[in-house]
Structure formats: C-alpha cells, structure tokens
C-alpha cells in the first residue's frame, strides 16, 4: 500500500463539523460569524468604531442550477406543459430542496493589503493570529473555511473588495482554492480607483467588503433553520460589543415578506485596550514550543542566555544566569542556542516547568469592560436591576485569563429562570449551555442566599472570559470545561461578588418601597386627619372662649404639639373665627409628612455613609472623546465630576 497524504483543505472539507460546519444551517450561522468576526477584528486594530453591515440573500436553487446546467435545445410548448403537469407534492417536494444564499459583510476596518489577499482567504491554516495574545479567532481558518463550504456546495467563488484608506485604491478580488494543494486560485486581482466612481464605493472609502454563495437554512431549506440562532448571535454580540453598530438585513426577492432589516445600535464610544503580543510564559511550554523557539534564535544567531531574556516572559538577565546554573556544568550563558540537541532542550524545558514563576501579566489580555458590560446588557435587556464584577488577571497552566460577569434582574425577553449568556474572548457562545463551566457555576450558587428566586425570578448571568489559551472541551469549542479549578472558582466568585451587590440593590429597594407605601398610607388619611384635628380644636376653642380663660393656663403643653414661638392663644382665637380651615391643616400635615421623609432619608444616608465613598460609578457619556477633568463634587447622593472637551475645530 502506497502512503497517502491530505492537505490542510482537504482535511478540514471530509471533518467540516471540526470548523463548525455539521449542516447546512450551521455552516450559514459559522460563515457568517467568521466574517463578522473578522470584521471586529478589522475595525478594533486601527481604533475605528465598528460598523458592519450584514446581508443575507436568498438565490433561488434554479439560479445555483443554472451554472452548471448542460443546455440542449428546448421546446417551450413542451416546457410550459411539463411545468403545468407538476403536482403540489412535487411543487412541495422542491419546496424542502436545497437552499442557498449569498453571505456578504462589509466593515469600515483597516482593509488587506493588495498582495496579501490571496494567502489570507485562500490558503487554510494561514493568518494573522498565531502570536501570543487574545484572539477571537479559533483554528485559523475564518473565511477560508467558508470558501471550501462554498466550494462543496455552490462551486461559487469568494469576492473580496478592500481598502486601506484615502490614498489607496480599491482592491477587488475573486478567488478559488485548490483543495489538494491548499493554494489559492485566482480567478481576478486587480486594483480600482477609489474615487467613487471606478467602484461601487464613496470616494476614499476603507474597510472590506467579503461575499460568499453557500448552502445554508435561514428559515427554510434542509434541517434546522439558523434566522434566531443568527439574530441571537448579533444581540449577544451587541452586549459584549456595546461600542459596535450592527446592521443585520435578510432578503428574499421571492418573498418580500420574510424580508428582515434589524438594527443593533452603538451604546457607547469607549472600546477595550488592544491585546499586546507577550512571549511564552516559562510554565506553559512543551518541548515542540521551545524547540520552534530554538529555530528562530538560531537564525537570529542567539546564544542561550540572549535565548531565554528575548523568548520567554518573567526572565531578565539575572533570573536567566540563575536558569543556566541550574541547568548544570554542561550549560554556559554564551552557548550557542543551536548546539543545544534534543537531550538538551528536553532537560531545559523540565526546569523551567518545574520552578516557580511569577503570574503573567494581563497584558496579553483585552476583556470587555465592566462598564462596556454594563451598557451592552442595559441596552440589549433594559433589566431592572443589574450588578458587575471584573476578576483579576488569574493563571491556568501559564496562560493569563479574566473572568467578568455580571447578573441582572428582569428585563425583556427574559424568561424567569436562569437565562445564561457565555462568552469566550468577547464572542458570544450559543451551543451546548448545559456543558459549559458558566451554566454550572451558575446552577451551583445559593441564589436564595441572595434573596433572589432561582425558578420565579428573570436572572440573567452573564459571564465573559478571556484568555490567550480558551481551555474549549469538544471539537466544536463551543463550550469551556468545568474541569480547571482555577476558572470555576473564578466564575464562582465573580457570580457571588455580583449576586452579594444585587443583594444590598434588592434589600434597598425594598426599603424603599416600604417606605414609599408607608407615606402613601399616611398621605391617604390626611384629609380624615385634618377634619378631626379640626373638629379638636374648634371644641377646644369654644370651650376656652365659654369659660373667658387664657388657654395657655387651662389646657397643658403637652396636649399639644406647639412650635417654637407659636402663640396658643392667638391660635385657638384664629379657630374661633374660622381663619383655620381644613384645607389648610391638610397642607400642614402633608409637609409635615414630605419633611419627615426628606429627614428620615438624610439621616440613612448619614447611617449608610454614602457620604464617604461612592458605591458605585455611573459616566455620562461625553459629546466628545477627548475630555479632561475639571472638579469633582460630593454631593449627597452622589459624587458628581465635571468635565469639559477640548475644543478640536469645527
């Protein structure tokens, strides 16, 4: 028997559910997240807000049919009689074939460069996210994967436009690929002006606009249909991406109806910081990492100490002179890194995995934001009560990782329950909940603890982490493993920092509104209070004017709640003559009451030390970026800081 090999493709074509391809629902939902994705990435790198426009189009099966159909000359009395002879089954029948649509997502990125195009869309297991740093990218695959789906399915090719700005043209691309030899095939390359004329887009445009005709199921087809698991993923998108501006339009030429245009606006202005590409951390290698390393010293003519300061984080020259003592007799600082043979390198990885290193640092790392967190859950759910928490960088096998999450109370479309929302390096996972370390973290807290019903109540618990090594269980990665104590206890205890603020928001709120009520109540029986205080006073009055004595000698003070200076005398003659009415007792007592609930408020604030320190943060979003800060004031329900934009021109 001969050896056989497959390429990259023809992999990833014949173990397509590996990339999230099981059907072809599935494989519209992937293709579309992948150039969303990208699209983020795109936008994030050059500090552009995103904004990305979405577009899913039916093509008709016979429009897929006609490109490859073998023509032979027709007779149109016998075609229109044939079309006529065809029964609702059969008419049914067609109805369940196979559906397709034209997938296109154009962003305002930083675009692709012109020579580049090719490898990056054509070629598997090529691009640009294989350093160490967070990524929302999983194998490498992204487009790519949805053109061997194209291929498979429409044999249509992928088009590409894409510029990097003013002074660049417009590149426009259609390509192919070649499965056994995992090479691009280029069917047209060329630039265009970008003056809006030479191309469908505005003079100066940038950004990237990718197309693809694959099989799919939005709402109908062969197998599940994929329009809410879509519109889901955007609106979950929208929460974890609150600075993006999505638009998501389906259209149908055949059914103008089913027609689709959704909106998904930009909260914020505020984007997270970039991850920073870091070196291996010293725990976290194996001995094919660092035998890939020892490759690129080597061209670099390194020796072993310059080896281990510039490949390996947590190693300065002093701690790399203390590593090649501890390596032995037979290792000196000047080696040089090439002659170090397997022996050798395996003994070096035992010792830096073996000694203790400080934690990596976060700065590989680009969470959400507890505040971009916050935005995006108000915007997307509007719940009534919602609390956030931001864990601190935490280490799993030497690679940095942070949890934030946050929990809400009610809010629409929110079923009572738990409603969990995942998400991994800022993307939002929708498969396979029950598995996922979140879901049962979350079924795991003692939500009665916190005064919050587990089966009545709409929580929301939303969990986001980032890693520059997402610990994914399954070949879909679609959910993360509850196995790694670190993380759960990181889920867990950022749920519970949530659910102890929800705790005090509840209680509070509480408070209030059994204070609310009591003042409703005494507001409700002022009238009937101001009659019989009214009637009182008059029986009072008559009496002192029958018996011709000063009240202030016959009746006792304190019968009477009397305010400082207040002459009783003089009072009870005004009653006499009916100078006090009703009307006017109903008054008093309702200020009484307004006054007494401003004090009692003033005096729990005291009590609650809310003067001391803010509970909480709360930003106002400026008309422009660029913003300094000028005072701050602490007032009594709040700190309040003013600040001015710096004036930037017309």
């Not at 919602?386 to 079923?415: D, M, R, Y």
Request: aromatic share 8%; proline share 5%; charged share 25%.
């Amino acid at each position: 028997k001969s050896v056989q090999s497959k390429s990259p493709a023809e992999f990833f074509a014949e173990h397509k559910s590996i990339a999230g391809f099981d059907n072809p629902g599935k494989a519209l939902y992937t293709t579309l997240r992948e150039f969303v994705e990208n699209a983020l990435d795109a936008a994030e790198e050059i500090g552009a807000l995103p904004a990305i426009d979405i577009l899913i189009e039916h093509v008709p099966a016979l429009e897929i049919s006609n490109l490859y159909k073998i023509t032979e000359p027709e007779k149109g009395e016998d075609k229109d009689k044939d079309r006529e002879k065809e029964s609702e089954a059969e008419k049914k029948k067609r109805a369940r074939t196979k559906a397709f649509y034209r997938v296109t997502v154009r962003d305002n990125g930083c675009g692709m460069p012109h020579d580049e195009i090719p490898q990056m869309l054509g070629r598997v297991l090529s691009g640009t996210k294989y350093n160490l740093k967070q990524a929302r990218g999983r194998f490498g695959l992204g487009a790519k994967m949805a053109l061997i789906w194209s291929k498979m399915t429409t044999s249509q090719p992928l088009t590409v436009y894409t510029s990097r700005g003013q002074d660049s043209m417009v590149t426009h691309c259609s390509l192919d690929l070649h499965m056994h030899s995992n090479e691009p095939n280029i069917l047209k390359h060329e630039k265009l002006r970008n003056d809006g004329v030479a191309s469908k887009f505005p003079a100066g445009w940038r950004g990237t606009e990718i197309s693809v005709t694959i099989e799919g199921n939005w709402s109908h087809g062969v197998g599940q249909s994929y329009k809410w698991k879509i519109i889901n993923y955007i609106r979950r998108l929208g929460i974890i991406t609150p600075y993006a501006e999505i638009i998501l339009r389906y259209v149908d030429p055949a059914a103008p109806k089913s027609n689709l245009a959704v909106k998904f606006c930009r909260r914020t202005a505020i984007m997270p910081p970039l991850p920073q590409a870091v070196h291996h951390h010293p725990s976290s290698v194996d001995l094919v990492v660092v035998a890939e390393l020892q490759r690129a010293a080597t061209e670099k003519g390194h020796n072993l100490k310059t080896f281990l300061k510039n490949s390996f984080s947590s190693i300065d020259g002093g701690v790399a002179d203390d590593v090649i003592k501890g390596l032995g007799d037979k290792f000196s600082a000047d080696m040089p890194v090439a002659s170090l043979d397997k022996p050798y390198l395996n003994h070096l990885v035992q010792v830096l995995t073996s000694r203790e290193w400080p934690d990596p640092s976060g700065e590989a790392l680009s969470p959400a934001g507890a505040y971009n967190l916050y935005l995006g859950i108000t915007k997307e759910l509007h719940p009534d009560l919602i609390a956030t928490h931001s864990e601190p960088p935490h280490v799993w096998q030497g690679h940095a990782f942070i949890v934030e999450a946050a929990v809400s109370l009610g809010g629409k479309t929110v079923q009572s329950g738990l409603n969990v929302f995942r998400f991994a390096n800022r993307i939002p996972l929708l498969f396979e909940t029950g598995s996922d370390v979140i879901t049962k973290t979350a079924n795991e807290i003692k939500w009665t603890l916190y005064k919050i019903n587990k089966n009545e109540d709409k929580i929301g618990v939303f969990v986001s982490i980032v890693s520059t090594k997402i610990p994914f269980k399954g070949t879909n990665k679609e959910f993360i493993s509850d196995e790694i104590p670190p993380i759960k206890e990181a889920v867990k205890n950022a749920l519970q920092r949530c659910c102890v603020q929800l705790r005090s928001k509840i209680v509070r709120r509480k408070n209030a509104q059994e204070h609310k009520e009591r003042k409703k109540m005494l507001q409700k029986y002022v009238p009937d209070a101001a009659r019989a205080i009214a009637s009182v006073l008059k029986k009072t009055a008559a009496e002192v004017e029958e018996h011709d004595e000063p009240a202030s000698k016959r009746l006792r003070l304190e019968d009477f709640v009397v305010v400082d200076g207040m002459d009783v005398d003089k009072f009870l003659a005004d009653v006499a003559l009916g100078r006090v009415s009703d009307a006017q007792l109903q008054a008093k007592l309702a200020t009484h009451i307004d006054q007494y609930d401003a004090s009692e408020a003033l005096e729990y604030t005291l009590r609650s030390g809310r003067l001391q320190a803010p509970e909480e943060s709360f930003h106002i979003q400026p008309f422009r970026p660029e913003v300094k800060q000028t005072m701050t004031m602490h007032l009594t329900g709040c700190h309040l800081t003013l600040a001015t934009a710096l004036y930037t021109g017309p």
